[in-house]
C-alpha cells in the first residue's frame, strides 16, 4: 500500500473516531445532569481534531506536505502525553498511600469512594497497559503520515528541480 493511502486510511478512521467522540461527548453531558465541563472538553477537542484532520485531508488531497504537519504535531504532543499518563499510573502503581498520581487512578475506579489498594493497583496496570497500546497505535499512524510527508516534499523537490528545455 503507498503511503498516500495508508493516510488517507488513517484520515478516515480519525474522523470516525471524531463522530464516536462527539457522541461520546454528548451521552456523558446528559449523563453527568448538563455538567458543561464535560461537553466544553469535548466540543474543544472536536474542534482541534477537526482543524487537524481538515488540513490531513488538504494535504492528501493537493499532494502538499505542509498541511500533514498539523497532524503529525499533535500526534506527537499526543504521544507525549500518553507518556506522562502512563509515567503518572507507575507513581500511582508503586505508591501506597494518597497522593495527585494516586488519587488520579482512584477516580477512574468504579466505586471511587471506597477503593482499596488493590483495585487502584490493577486501574493502573490497566491503564498502563492501555496506553502502551494506544501509543503503539499512534507511532504506527504518526510513522505512515510522516513517510506521505517526505513523499510530498520529495516530489515537490523535484519538480520544482525539473528543468525543460528545447534543443535545437
Not at 29 to 55: K, Q, R
Request: glycine content about 12%.
Amino acid at each position: 500500500m503507498h503511503v498516500a493511502t495508508g493516510a488517507k486510511v488513517i484520515a478516515i478512521l480519525i474522523t470516525i473516531g471524531l463522530v464516536l467522540q462527539v457522541i461520546q461527548s454528548v451521552v456523558s453531558f446528559t449523563g453527568n445532569n448538563g455538567h458543561g465541563g464535560v461537553l466544553g472538553m469535548g466540543v474543544g477537542s472536536f474542534i482541534i481534531g477537526t482543524a487537524v484532520v481538515v488540513c490531513l485531508f488538504l494535504g492528501l488531497r493537493s499532494e502538499r506536505a505542509v498541511f500533514l504537519l498539523p497532524y503529525l504535531i499533535f500526534q506527537g504532543l499526543g504521544m507525549i502525553g500518553c507518556g506522562l499518563l502512563i509515567i503518572l499510573c507507575i507513581i500511582a502503581l508503586a505508591s501506597t498511600t494518597s497522593g495527585f498520581a494516586h488519587d488520579f487512578v482512584k477516580g477512574y475506579s468504579y466505586n471511587s469512594s471506597t477503593s482499596d489498594d488493590d483495585e487502584i493497583r490493577v486501574m493502573a496496570i490497566v491503564f498502563i497497559v492501555v496506553f502502551i497500546l494506544y501509543i503503539a497505535i499512534q507511532a504506527w499512524f504518526f510513522w505512515v503520515v510522516y513517510k506521505c510527508y517526505v513523499f510530498f516534499r520529495e516530489q515537490a523537490l523535484y519538480a520544482h528541480k525539473m528543468v525543460v528545455g528545447y534543443s535545437g
